[in-house]
Nanobody, 118 residues
C-alpha cells in the first residue's frame, strides 16, 4: 500500500491550496481516510477525515475553511484549503485507518509542506 501526498506549497494568507492523496494497493472507498498535520516542535494533529461511508469530520480550527472529498474513480482523497492562515503552516500527511484496529492509522503518505506567509 502506498499513499502519495502532493499539492503543498507556499501561499499568502487568505489564499487556497488543494492537497491530493493518491492511493495504490488499497481502495480508499473501503477505508476511513484522514489528513493530519504537524509543525516542528508540536504534536501531530487531526485535520479532517472522510469515512468509507462518505461522512466527513473536521477539527475545529479548520471548520468552514477546509473541505475533504474523495474521488473513487481516481482512488484519491483531496483536502481543499481556503482562507489559509499562517497557523496552518505544517507538513500535511494523509493516512488510512486500520480495519482491524479502529482508531489506528496503518498507512501514511510521505507528507507535503504547506507554508502560509502573513
Amino acid at each position: 500500500v502506498q499513499l502519495q501526498a502532493s499539492g503543498g506549497g507556499l501561499v499568502q494568507a487568505g489564499g487556497s491550496l488543494r492537497l491530493s492523496c493518491a492511493a495504490s494497493g488499497r481502495t480508499l472507498s473501503r477505508y476511513n481516510t484522514a489528513w493530519f498535520r504537524q509543525d516542528p516542535g508540536k504534536d501531530r494533529e487531526f485535520v479532517a477525515g472522510v469515512k468509507w461511508t462518505g461522512r466527513t469530520a473536521y477539527a475545529d480550527p479548520v471548520k468552514g475553511r477546509f473541505a475533504i472529498s474523495r474521488d473513487n474513480a481516481k482512488n484519491t482523497v483531496y483536502l481543499q484549503m481556503n482562507s489559509l492562515k499562517p497557523e496552518d503552516t505544517a507538513v500535511y500527511y494523509c493516512a488510512t485507518e486500520s480495519e482491524s484496529r479502529p482508531g489506528e492509522y496503518d498507512y501514511w503518505g510521505q507528507g507535503t509542506q504547506v507554508t502560509v506567509s502573513s
